[in-house]
């Protein structure tokens, strides 16, 4: 079963397995950190679908269609 970040749930830990994004948007988020291997947590869903998520420390919001392309595994 493929898991995005966006189907992940609120108040799990998953770890990026792979971003499959256009090549600006993905180097922003290297830029912020988010490779794969790295830990991310969910911590909340909102009704538009955008995700708040932790990432090494720092809180994010990232919207569905992108959460979508980020591969992930639960940890």
Same mark, same amino acid.
């Given at each position: 079963m493929n898991v995005?970040?966006?189907n992940?749930?609120?108040g799990r830990s998953v770890r990026?397995?792979?971003i499959d994004l256009a090549a600006a948007p993905q180097h922003r988020l290297r830029a912020l950190g988010m490779i794969p291997g790295t830990? @991310?947590?969910v911590l909340q869903k909102k009704r538009s679908g955008t995700l708040v998520i932790n990432l090494r420390g720092t809180r994010f919001a990232l919207g569905s269609a992108m959460a979508e392309r980020i591969g992930v595994?639960? @940890?």
């Open positions: 995005t970040l966006r992940a749930e609120p990026i397995l792979d830990k @991310v947590s595994e639960y @940890v």
